[in-house]
């Protein structure tokens, strides 16, 4: 769906992933999505986002080369742009870590590469780790997903191993690590992505995995949050999704 962000003026295409103002054309299939990982979840391929040459302004639906600004509108398709990983968003303090060969969120001052885990780390951990090598080249052992290029961030244990920040026992559910500070990371993505018209009364019930509460949240595609406790660890509580107010 498109939606108009307030001072842009500019439909700014929004998905669960990403906020631009332009379509990638798939090199694989042709065909136009708002981002890779969309493709990956409708199409049954993957999308190699490296060998992306097109794009189309989402506000004058010109195709073109790909690039950050609209050849025939100049429009921005986004606030940053690698044009490496092709990869447009709204500014999240983005930077290209040539080693690691994607993108990661930044500040960049506030992370380090560390060459034998070959992986891009939090500034106090350099020195304060145990290094094992090529350590991100390989999927979260409770989650199964690749790490390296996951866009929710690893958490280093003390033997060395990384595991998704997001992770949870697989036994009772409960956050395994001390959340606050994704959580907080979260609030923030939330705030800067308005879900359309449609969606903006919505409301959900939902059950929280951490402190076990049932409660009500509105609704949105980045998360549900547990007005206890604050987490994002939840689950949606039977039921559709309803206009506030309604019973």
């Known amino acids: 769906m498109a939606a108009v962000e307030p001072g842009l003026g500019v439909a700014l295409l929004k998905c669960s992933h990403y906020s631009r103002s332009c379509r990638l054309q798939a090199p694989c299939c042709g065909n136009f999505y708002i981002c890779r990982l969309c493709h990956d979840d409708m199409e049954n391929h993957q999308m190699d986002r490296f060998k992306v040459t097109q794009v189309q302004c989402a506000k004058c639906e010109t195709i073109q080369q790909v ?23 709204v500014d999240k303090k983005q930077y290209h870590c040539p080693p690691c060969g994607i ?5 960049k001052d506030d992370f380090f590469h560390c060459v034998k885990c070959n992986l891009c780390l939090a500034t106090h951990l350099r020195g ?14 409770v989650c199964m997903e690749d790490i390296h290029t996951s ?31 994704y959580w907080e990371e979260l609030d923030l993505e939330i705030a800067q992505t308005a879900m359309p018209s449609d969606y ?23 998360g549900l949050k547990c007005s206890g406790c604050g987490s994002y660890n939840t689950a949606q509580d039977g039921g559709p999704i309803s206009a506030e107010g309604e019973q």
């Open 67 to 89: 690039k950050k600004t609209c050849e025939k509108c100049k429009t921005v398709f986004g606030e940053y742009y690698c044009d490496i990983c092709h990869l447009f968003d």
């Open 103 to 107: 993108c990661r969120i930044g500040p």
């Open 128 to 141: 304060n780790h145990k290094c094992v090598e090529n350590v991100s080249r390989q999927n979260c052992s």
């Open 151 to 181: 866009r929710i961030g690893a958490h280093v244990l003390t033997c060395g191993h990384l595991l998704h920040k997001a992770y949870r026992c697989p036994l009772c559910m409960q956050s395994a690590v001390d959340m606050t500070k």
């Open 200 to 222: 903006q009364n919505m409301i959900v019930k939902i059950m929280c995995n951490d402190c076990q509460l049932h409660s009500t949240t509105p609704f949105h595609v980045l």
